[in-house]
């Protein structure tokens, strides 16, 4: 089975800092992995998408991240954070060996202070 | 790209009542239709798959004769929430299957919030 994990609730980070949001996942065959933003009462805003090729994936608004197969991580990151970035982030996993449901982790949110 | 047109955005009803949410896929033709209900806070929990003319597919812990799920055609899927009860009371979002179309994979329907009284 399928599994996703973030290890933080929530993710405080000041204006123009560096921001990481933390995802690792558990797969049987090829991971195809996912990173969405959620803004209150909406749906949710695709990232950026890793499913071979170079581990450091770049993405909309800035954001990139880099899968590591050895950790099994996929963690979200942004040079430099806006207060507009402040949402709800949402890691996700495919299994390429396993049809074509999404699993999602719990989520975390991000608090960007001025 | 694709997009998923949910509808309504918000609806309240009565308990007993029952409610229908659409998903429309507006520039493409969704075979695959995932129904997602998340509470307040919470992860994306998915409820059940639909394919375009077959009986969808729940997951376990989802009472199929409450949450109805209709694909029947290529770019209509709907849910139905039978008897609705406060417990129901969620977000409700869809989500197509777009990987033949676009390379981001899946589209997701804004989502529904639905308040049963």
């Known amino acids: 089975a399928q599994s996703v994990a973030q290890p933080e609730d929530q993710v405080n980070v000041a204006e123009g800092n560096p921001l990481t949001v933390k995802c690792t996942y558990s797969v049987s065959g090829n991971p195809y992995l996912f990173w969405y933003v959620q803004y209150p009462n909406r749906g949710l805003q695709f990232l950026l998408k890793?499913?071979?090729?170079?581990?450091l994936v770049k993405g909309s608004y800035g954001f990139e991240a880099e899968f590591n197969k050895s950790q099994t991580s996929f963690h979200l990151k942004k040079p430099s954070a806006l207060v507009s970035d402040s949402a709800l982030y949402f890691c996700a996993v495919r299994d390429g060996a396993a049809g074509n449901k999404l699993t999602f982790g719990g989520g975390t949110r991000v608090l960007v202070k001025p | 790209g694709a997009v998923v047109s949910q509808h309504p955005s918000w609806v309240i009803c009565k308990s007993g009542t029952s409610v229908k949410i659409e998903c429309r896929s507006l520039d493409f033709q969704a075979t695959t239709m995932f129904w997602y209900r998340q509470f307040p806070k919470q992860s994306l929990m998915l409820m059940a798959t639909s394919n375009e003319g077959s009986k969808a597919t729940y997951e376990q812990g989802v009472e199929k004769d409450k949450f109805l799920i209709n694909h029947a055609s290529l770019t209509l899927s709907t849910l139905t929430v039978t008897s609705a009860h406060p417990e129901d009371s969620s977000f409700y979002i869809c989500?197509?299957?777009?990987?033949?179309?676009?390379?981001?994979?899946?589209?997701f329907g804004s989502g529904t919030r639905l308040t049963v009284v």
């Open positions: 890793y499913i071979t090729g170079d581990n």
């Open positions: 989500s197509a299957d777009t990987f033949e179309y676009f390379e981001y994979g899946y589209t």
